[in-house]
C-alpha cells in the first residue's frame, strides 16, 4: 500500500499563488507516476497534471498550462503542485494519485490505484 497525504490547500484571491504537496509513505515512491486531479463542486473530476517516475515526462490539462508546475522530490517522498495567475475556476479539491504510467494518469484517474484524500482550494474573485 501507499499511502498520501495532500497539504497546502487554502484560500486565495484570483491571480493568487498556491503551492499543493502530496506526501507518500508505505511503498517505494519512485515507482510510481505521480498526479494532481481535482473535482469542482458538481462537476467531475477532472485531470491537472501527471509527472513520470524520474520526472522527465510531464503533462498537464490545457486549461493549467502556463499557470500550474507539477514537480517531484524522491528523495522527499513528496510530489509538489505550484499553482500560479489562480482563477475562481481552479476552485476545487486537489487529489494526488500515484499510479504506473503518465498514460493511464492521463486517462482520468479510473486506474489509478492509490489516492489522497484531498486538500480544498478556494479562488475567490
Known amino acids: 500500500q501507499l499511502q498520501l497525504v495532500e497539504s497546502g490547500g487554502g484560500l486565495v484571491q484570483t491571480g493568487g499563488s498556491l503551492i499543493l504537496s502530496c506526501a507518500a509513505s508505505?511503498?517505494?515512491?519512485?515507482?510510481?507516476?505521480m498526479a494532481w486531479y481535482r473535482q469542482a463542486p458538481g462537476k467531475e473530476r477532472e485531470f491537472v497534471a501527471v509527472?513520470?517516475?524520474?520526472?522527465?515526462?510531464?503533462y498537464y490539462a490545457d486549461d493549467v498550462k502556463g499557470r500550474f508546475t507539477i514537480s517531484r522530490d524522491n528523495a522527499k517522498d513528496t510530489v509538489y503542485l505550484q499553482m500560479n495567475g489562480l482563477k475562481p475556476d481552479d476552485t476545487a479539491v486537489y487529489y494526488c494519485?500515484?499510479?504506473?504510467?503518465?498514460?493511464?494518469?492521463?486517462?482520468?484517474?479510473?486506474?489509478?490505484?492509490?489516492w489522497g484524500k484531498g486538500t480544498l482550494v478556494t479562488v475567490s474573485s
Open positions: 508505505g511503498r517505494a515512491f519512485s515507482t510510481y507516476a
Open positions: 494519485a500515484a499510479g504506473p504510467s503518465t498514460l493511464i494518469a492521463r486517462e482520468g484517474g479510473g486506474r489509478m490505484p492509490y
Open positions: 509527472i513520470s517516475r524520474a520526472g522527465g515526462i510531464i
